[in-house]
Structures are given as C-alpha cells and as structure tokens.
C-alpha cells in the first residue's frame, strides 16, 4: 500500500475522494462526508504537507490520518476511511510531537490506542442525524421582514467573515461540492444578517449536508432557524440528493430540537477526546 502525504489542492481532492469512495461503499459508515473536509478547508487550507497522510490502493486512497489547525493552539484529528492502524498512530503521534503547545481533539474508536497517544480527556460529544429527502418537511414562511438571499444575489462581504475569516469566500470558490445558490442568508428588517446557512450537494453519493448554520443572538426564537433550514432542505433534494445529513453537539439543545423537529433522527452518538497542550518537561506515554 502506498503511503503519500497531501497539501493544498492536492490533498483537498484526495481526501473528496475518499470519503465519496466510503460513504458510496457504506450508507451510514464513517463519521464524515466530503463536504465535511470540504467545509473545514476554508479554515485550514493545509498549506503544506506536514498535516495529512493517506494511504492508497492502487492508486485509490482508502484511509488517511488528517490534522486540521483551528487557531495557533488548537488542532483537529481524524481517522478517515481504514487507513492501516500501526501506521495511523505512529503518524499520530510523531505528529502531537511536533505540536507541543497545542491541544488535539479527535474522534476515536479504539479507546486504547488514543489513551496511549495522550487522548485522555473527552472534549465534546455529537450526534450523527439523518433523513430521507422524501420525508422532509413542508417549507415554513419567514416572519415578517425577514428575507432569504443566496449568495449570487448578496452585497457586500460574504457573512462568513466574522467566524470563519476574510478568506473563506475564495476557499470556498476552489471546493467542488460548493455551490453558491445554497449558500444562504437571511436578511432581516433592518437589513442586516440575521443567520446563514449552508447546505452542501453532492451529487456523487446523494448525500445533503448541512454546514455551518448560524442565526444570530438577537434574531433567534423568532422562526427564523426553522424557515432558513427547511428552506435549503428543499434546496438539496431539488439538486438530486437523497439523504440528507446533519451532525450536532449533544451539548446544544436548539440544535436538537430543530434537526429533530424537522424529522432528523439520530444514528450514533460519537465522542471526541482531547490530548492536552504538553507539560514542559513531561513525556505523553506512546512517544
């Protein structure tokens, strides 16, 4: 099996790659779909290759071990597909090592290994939800004064910016899943945002996927959530997907209540462990 690690371009359209691959080989397997990696490479457009490996099989990738940088300090990590265990946490490891300030979240499976790469605290939990397009939920009007705008149709900077920075409009041009039309705005009566959604095609595997959704402080509890997100779920099916997906933290309420309310339904529950920042002068067991 061939090992190669993957930057920029090139490791955004292997890791597409991959995870169409599962998810076609698996309806429900696999914590992740394409524009999952897709959505995150707007924050980290792994500039180098010091951050994911992959694996592959015939020039296929079947596996790989992906590092994402959230801020200066903190750092994603995730097993994607069946990348070869002995060498994923070898990878793992040696890379934690090299990021002694930072702490590392990753979702794991094998509890054991991760314990003895230094995962030892549980950072977050979520829910993987699904739903079939035909049961959608009929669309709900927006409240009065309030009004739906795609992108195309938007001035101004892209509302993204504030979170997700002055970047992720071009980041987002260069992802193939990305389609404009469902990237979603809502205005509200003094014409400011009031939330954004966007809602993610892929044509490939028919799978929806809901990521990032946002409706701001001061318009939430007026049915703004529920219109925006019922709204961009007849969008998805009306570009062919048939599943639609949406993943939450257990830990926010209104998210469940509106993905469940909408008919969503809970396939697993995942936890993410944290390895903290190292000790000076400490040494993390695996090393």
């Known amino acids: 099996m061939e090992q190669r690690r993957a930057g920029g371009i090139a490791y955004l359209e292997l890791v597409t790659e991959l995870l169409q691959r599962q998810r076609l080989a698996d309806p429900v397997g696999g914590s992740f779909e394409a524009a999952d990696l897709q959505w995150w490479f ?12 992959f694996w592959l099989d015939g020039g296929d990738p079947v596996g790989a071990m992906v590092f994402t940088r959230w801020g200066p300090t903190r750092y994603g990590c995730d097993m994607v597909g069946s990348p070869p265990p002995a060498a994923a946490w070898e990878f793992v490891r040696r890379r934690c090592a090299e990021l002694p300030d930072a702490s590392v979240e990753m979702e794991v499976s094998d509890e054991a290994a991760a314990t003895e790469a230094g995962f030892v605290d549980v950072a977050e939990e979520y829910e993987i939800t699904w739903l079939d397009a035909a049961d959608r939920p009929a669309p709900r009007p927006f409240p009065d004064g309030y009004t739906l705008v795609p992108r195309p149709d938007q001035d101004g900077p892209h509302p993204m910016i504030k979170r997700n920075g002055a970047e992720v409009e071009a ?3 260069l992802c ?4 404009p039309d469902l990237d979603l ?3 509200g009566p003094a014409a400011d945002v009031a939330g954004y959604a966007l809602f993610w095609p892929d044509r ?4 929806g996927l809901i990521e990032p959704m946002r409706v701001e402080d001061e318009h939430a509890g007026r049915g703004v959530a529920g219109a925006l997100f ?3 779920l007849d969008l998805l099916a009306a570009r062919g997907c048939t599943r639609l997906k949406v993943m939450h933290s ?4 209104a998210a469940t209540r509106l993905y469940h309310g909408a008919g969503f339904r809970t396939e697993r529950r995942v936890r993410v462990l944290l390895r903290p920042p190292a000790v000076a002068g400490a040494t993390t067991a695996g090393r």
Do not use: I, Q
Not at 42 to 53: E, G, S, Y
Not at 250 to 253: D, E, G, L, S, T
């Open 204 to 207: 490939r595997t028919g799978v």
């Open 171 to 173: 980041r987002l041009a």
């Open 176 to 179: 193939s899943l990305y389609d």
């Open 185 to 187: 705005a809502v205005r």
């Open 250 to 253: 257990v830990a926010n309420p």
């Open 230 to 232: 019922r709204a961009g």
């Open 42 to 53: 707007t924050r980290d457009p792994h500039p180098t290759d010091d951050d994911a490996v």
